[in-house]
């Protein structure tokens, strides 16, 4: 099956810096990424996805990068302010195929604190 | 547009006895996953949920069981709880066949002692 390992595990920034998480994948099947960004008490929310026939998308100061021949995807946060601050996964997902719905694998999280 | 809820948010129970946690999805959303939480695991698949048919199951043992009803909404059980059931459990919805653009609830937070 599917593993994912996400890199760091904490990560700590100054407010205004940039932040960029890593993850990398095992299944070459896999060809859908998102992120979540979980705040303490909530569910994970999904902040910006990317699938495999694109290397890179941006959503104002979120953006995630994939290289699929490394397996290997990021997300780069720009302009960190300190509500960016929370818990970040990555997930992958390999798209159809009777054994693969609703399997997302997650990586194991990166906790971000971003300092005023 | 309504977000996903999940009933309830809060729950203890001891060791042996069973619970249900309900989770009703996105208002056209057909497909619900739930996910177990812990600090120790991480997030992990437990099943899915299509159409009232069960298409995905992660690896937990048959303690762990759901369904779906007509209306999407699903519901989790798991029988003679153990400590190690304590955790957050999260239901995802999502709208198209593939299941991407899954959108979690808040979670129902169970403790067993």
């Known amino acids: 099956g599917e593993n994912v390992e996400q890199h760091p595990s904490t990560l700590s920034v100054q407010e205004g810096d940039s932040a960029v998480i890593k993850c990398t994948y095992s299944d070459s099947a896999s060809n859908y990424f998102p992120w979540y960004k979980q705040e303490l008490g909530k569910g994970p929310q999904l902040i910006i996805d990317?699938?495999?026939?694109?290397g890179e998308k941006k959503d104002q100061r979120i953006a995630v990068t994939l290289n699929k021949t490394a397996k290997h995807f990021s997300l780069h946060i720009t302009e960190t302010q300190p509500e960016d601050s929370a818990v970040y996964f990555c997930?992958?997902?390999?798209?159809?195929?009777?054994?693969?719905?609703?399997?997302?694998?997650f990586g194991q999280g990166t906790i971000l604190t971003v300092h005023p | 547009k309504a977000g996903v809820t999940q009933t309830p948010r809060y729950l203890i129970k001891t060791r042996g006895q069973q619970v249900t946690l309900s989770c009703s999805p996105i208002s056209g959303h057909r497909s619900v996953s739930w996910y177990q939480q812990t600090p120790g695991q991480g997030l992990q698949f437990l099943f899915e949920y299509f159409s009232e048919t069960q298409r995905n199951k992660g690896n937990f043992p048959g303690r762990f069981s759901g369904r779906q009803f007509s209306n999407s909404r699903s519901e989790m059980n798991v029988s003679t709880l153990e400590l190690g059931d304590s955790a957050l459990y999260l239901c995802?919805?999502?709208?198209?066949?593939?299941?991407?653009?899954?959108?979690f609830g808040q979670g129902t937070r169970l403790t067993v002692v």
């Open positions: 997930a992958a997902i390999p798209y159809a195929g009777g054994t693969s719905y609703g399997k997302l694998t």
């Open positions: 995802a919805s999502s709208s198209v066949r593939e299941n991407t653009e899954a959108f």
């Open positions: 990317i699938r495999s026939n694109v």
